[in-house]
């Protein structure tokens, strides 16, 4: 016959066994959930580390301003080898102006001063031609133009002490009379088949007749 006490301690026992077994189970049950939490951390872990080294470098500051500014200077150098350029050849052309510029065909006449003698044949050649004492032959309008040259300019006393100084060469006196007789050729009325470019030609060829004097008869 079995002991009831006996009985109760076994079953007591296996209790125990079996409360502890279930607690086991159960914290076991309970702490095993943090080992998929770490393993998200090193998927996470890996999931940046991953992305990182996929990222590009982006360029530092510097080099994207060394970028920019590479083409900037480059405009800026070709800008100012133009400007050289341009400066020289105005240069060039400063130089060389003096040389290109059109100059008088006659320039021993441009350059020979009158002297006092000089001057005093030029009025008696002047003299001449308005009495009617040369060749050349002429319209009134002519002979009222080289009248009124003779009388105002030639026979002048201010003319005659620049001539006396050096201050007068025989170019200067032909330019005199030749703005003399643009004024009046301009005030004259149109002639048909005749222009005023003409009528100034014609009267520069007889003036330069008159200055020469004797000299173009000899030639003739």
């Not at 002490?161 to 032909?174: E, K, P, W, Y």
């Amino acid at each position: 016959m079995l002991d009831p006490s006996s009985s109760e301690e076994e079953s007591d026992e296996g209790l125990e066994e079996e409360s502890r077994d279930v607690l086991v189970a159960a914290g076991g049950s309970q702490r095993a959930p943090p080992a998929p939490a770490r393993e998200g951390r090193r998927d996470a872990l890996g999931r940046t580390g991953s992305s990182g080294a996929a990222r590009p470098v982006s360029p530092s500051p510097s080099v994207l301003s060394e970028g920019r500014d590479e083409p900037e200077r480059q405009l800026d150098d070709e800008q100012e080898r133009r400007m050289r350029l341009q400066l020289y050849v105005f240069v060039v052309r400063c130089i060389a102006y003096p040389f290109n510029a059109k100059q008088p065909t006659d320039m021993a006449r441009r350059q020979q001063k009158l002297n006092k003698q000089q001057l005093q044949l030029l009025k008696e050649r002047f003299q001449a031609f308005l009495n009617g004492e040369t060749q050349i032959v002429a319209d009134e309008a002519f002979c009222n133009a080289v009248r009124s040259y003779y009388e105002v300019f030639l026979k002048s006393d201010r003319v005659a002490r620049m001539v006396q100084s050096g201050g007068c060469s025989a170019n200067d006196f032909r330019e005199v009379f030749k703005k003399n007789i643009e004024k009046r050729v301009r005030s004259l009325p149109e002639i048909d088949g005749l222009s005023k470019e003409t009528v100034l030609s014609s009267w520069i060829a007889k003036y330069d007749a008159i200055y020469r004097g004797e000299e173009d008869l000899c030639k003739q």
